[in-house]
């Protein structure tokens, strides 16, 4: 089925592991289907930065929580330059740096803050599917289970603890030798074990279809989760009711 003719409003979520592609592979799909993306990884690492800029403390979690609660958090969900603000400060460079990702899952544990980024998100997804673009896709680590059980394909993205290690070694290092990758493994190994504490995103919910790209590079994963949609909503073609 062709790519235009997919029926709208569309809601598409996508978790996995870290280093998997689910945000590069989540952010060119919505491009190319002219849908909306949401990162929701980007909003814990934004909650992370307000949370260390204001100086509490992480092992406080009754005070982590209310600083998200009063967060003044703005995500922009244009695929060509998706945003990230608090307030009127720009964060998307400061969320990606080393000093977040290392302390972010201490955040993305905090159940409070977990409900009221869920809040957020379901509100951000629903606006995106009575938005112009008449949908989303949405990318994290419990949006097919938690967030977005609802959405109209829900797939999960993985691919083996090798070839996630050498992606995220080369994104950060631009090479994935041997003393990158040790580098590397706290960002992701480490990462991924306290944040399946709180979420399952390495095994497929009922449901979800699974994908594994760790053969695939980034245009052919693409076109798999290119597939995968069409195959799932097309079946629905002449469905009324398509969501
Ligand atoms: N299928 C793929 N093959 C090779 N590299 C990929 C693939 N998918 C993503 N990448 C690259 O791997 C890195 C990590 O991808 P990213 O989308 O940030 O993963 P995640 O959001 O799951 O942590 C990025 O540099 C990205 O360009
Ligand atoms: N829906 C989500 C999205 C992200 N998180 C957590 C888990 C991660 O450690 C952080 C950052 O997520 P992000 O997707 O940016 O992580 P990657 O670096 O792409 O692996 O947030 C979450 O708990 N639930």
Redesign the pocket.
Known sequence: MEISELPRPLVIAV?G????G??SVSREVARRLGLEYL???????AA?WSVLEAGVDLADQAAVAQAVRDLDLRMGTDPAAPGVHVGSTDVAGP?RETRI?SQ??A???NLEV?AE?KRR?RELIEGARDGVRSGVVA?????TT??APDADVRILLTASEEARLAR?ARELHGAAEAHHLEATRD??LR??R??AT??SFHVAADGVLQLDSSELDFEQTVQAVLQAIAATVGTRQGDPVSR
């Open positions: 978790d592991p870290s280093g998997s689910k945000s990162d929701t990884g980007a909003m814990y690492r992370t969320i990702s972010v899952s955040v993305a544990t977990r980024l998100q990318e994290g680590r419990d949006i938690v967030v995220r960002q992701v990462r991924d306290d944040d709180v979420s």
